[in-house]
């Protein structure tokens, strides 16, 4: 029994794995190869053809990787510092209507991106209107991104798990609310905070419907989106293009595969 589970499971993972080994694959073939109708996964002949093109003639390709590092980077940055914040007061402050909040909070997180993504147009639309640009810039993808409440959902629930006395020991001491967060919050909660970095990563790095329906400028494009004009107007250097994309995630999930885990296993056992 134990044989059938392991050949099940590794199938599964040569099955998973066979779209990036294939990009990879493809990523050193070259155009003549590439050019054959067959799924082929060894290059005939390896080269670095493709990269060679993609770095002399796309240069734009890694304007559109800066324009996916900055939008990635801002909301991460932006979810951990309101997720923490926010966090702590829906786990540990008291305040009128904290449940009700809490649970709209949630309920946000229900709903799929298409269904904010409409009255998030017409929000900046009227802004708009009034003399503040935000649709057709990188405010328009970093704003929602910053305040969509899975990281809040997240932190809520490890802070929760935090001990008051241990937070009521810092007060009397003389710890005010940003020193009991610097000094108490954040050193227990570290596995979550990785565990929602990585998370926003993946959600924000492959995003496409968003930029789409906000941005109109193809300049000011993610490079999720300009991989699919790649894709439609030169094959050639796709696969190179997408090979270089796939890059930063892995690096990101390389560094945090512990806390990740981890933070996973504890959110699961509160």
Partial sequence: MKKIVYIF????????????TYTVANSFMTFIQLSKDSI??????????????LVINKTEYFKFFLNSIKITTFIILGQVIIGVFAAYAFAKVKFPGKKILYILYVFLLLLPYQVTLVPNFLLFDILDRFGITILDTHLALIIPGIFYPLGVFILTQFIKGIPNELIEAAKIDGAGTLTILRKVVLPIIKP??????????IDNWNLIDQAIVLIEDDKKMPLSVFLNTIY???????FAGASL???PAIFIFNKGEKYLSEGLILGGDK
């Fill in 245 to 247: 994309y796939i890059i």
């Fill in 9 to 20: 499971i590794v199938m599964l993972s040569l099955l998973f794995l066979l779209p990036i």
């Fill in 232 to 238: 439609t107007k030169d094959k050639t250097v796709f």
């Fill in 192 to 201: 979550a905070i990785f565990a929602l970095i990585i998370l926003t990563f």
């Fill in 40 to 53: 082929q996964l060894i290059p005939e002949q390896f080269n670095l053809q493709q990269y060679y093109s």
